[in-house]
């Protein structure tokens, strides 16, 4: 029965993250950006020593996540939907993990649990729908915590270094939180897991050193100059609301339900703290603790920080969260878990129903793109694109793509085609955009697929 319900729960968690995916899919600048690199490594053999940008200027994550997704990028012929279902299967696989993890080492059920909240939780659902780097994070985490519990040191090192080239910014915590379970239980750290962590981390150094210690600077002056890390006691309240929101919405959607989440877990901690296995318990606290409290000090990056960062804590803390409402009896768990159902099922049935959410996505960009080159006939075009971000990554790519052998011209001719993306936050930009482009040529017909706007214009004064 058992292997029934968890073969029911992985089938219901890809179906979440795959259903309609290019309806949904965000294909955005730094979606753009990484197919871009995928299409060099995949067309023209260029390889690379760094991944995507991090937040913090001149440091880079490693190149794993790049060689992770472009043999989905090939095996799709540079479709976007496919590294996207190849993530949701990793995620698919992660649950698969955190069921393993719960069942071995909390408890009976606690896995089974543990796994449908993360299958269904709506917040989680989006994230691995997400096309990017931190989406394939939480297998690693759950393969690093699981390998931490087997005290198999060689997979702890190689795991948390892929992890950082993932996303450093939720990664990096995980190297303190292994110190500590470490010296807590008096365990050495052998030297082969440090060996494959410093593999991990080769590329980037070699990038470093080929130019001019970029990497290196880029730390001190993120440590040292800036003091991106110093106590604040008026920055504490803030961070503290946000963790508090952070760790509630991704169980449950009201502000009441919030609320009773948040009293409630702590309460039933200390009820039966005495029935939860000590080892594991332990080490997914401290797991799930440590960024917490190093964050408190944490102000650089203009001192944002996001949710995401949090990618692999989240596996931990819904361990936890599985252990404890078990723990607290039957009926503790089953009404939590029936507010849990409703809300979060009711937020997918109002979301697939959808024709198109309300952003960008890849199935009308698609469109767009496609009916230019339809349109176009052959005949040399330019194109102008308005993107939020400034830089349409996204769109150079889908031209790439669907153009196969034919492109937009690198030479002004007289056929201009325009696209533009809605702009609420700043829509002075996009009214200067319009006014230029009124300037440069006159317009044919528009078209609109979905929130985009395409127009073909003859441009004005043109000279062949």
Known sequence: MKKILLI????????????????FLGFWFDQGRDAKVVWDIWHSGK???????TGIEGIFLGPFYYYLITPAYILGGGNPVYPAVFLALLNVLAIYYIYKLGEEFLGPNVGLVAAFITAVSQQFVGYQRWLSNPTPLPLFAVLTLDSLLKRRWWLVGLCAG??????????????PAILIIAFLH????????????????????????????????????????ERSFQPNLGAYTKRLNFYYTIFTNKYFTTDRAWAIFAVSLPALFLLVRRKLPPLPTTILIVWWVTPLILLLFYHGNHDYIWDYYFTGVYPAFTLLIAAIWLSAGRWAAAIFLAV???????????????????????TPQIQAVDWIYQDAAGQSFNTDVYVPPVIPHAYDYLFLW??????PSAQLVSRLYTI?????????????WQTRQDGIGKIDTTLTFGPL???RRTRLLYDQ
């Not at 892929?162 to 190297?175: C, D, T, V, Y």
């Not at 849990?340 to 049935?349: E, K």
């Open 340 to 362: 849990f159902i409703f809300q979060n099922v009711s937020y997918h049935l109002a979301y697939f129903r959808q024709t198109l959410p309300g952003y960008i996505t890849l």
């Open 162 to 175: 892929l992890s950082l080239q993932l996303e450093a910014a939720s990664a990096i915590f995980f190297l």
């Open 402 to 407: 669907r153009g196969k052998s034919a492109r």
């Open 453 to 455: 706007t395409v127009s």
């Open 186 to 225: 008096k365990l050495k750290i052998p030297l082969v897991a440090l060996l494959l962590f410093g593999l991990t981390l080769m590329p980037q150094i070699v990038f470093n050193f080929r130019h001019q210690n970029i990497l290196f600077n880029s730390f001190k002056r993120f440590l040292v100059s």
């Open 420 to 432: 533009y993306e809605p702009d609420g936050e700043h829509p002075q930009f996009l009214s200067a």
């Open 8 to 23: 029911a729960i992985l089938a219901l968690a890809l179906f979440l993250r795959t259903y309609r995916v290019a309806d």
């Open 47 to 53: 390889l690379t020593l760094i991944g995507p940008t």
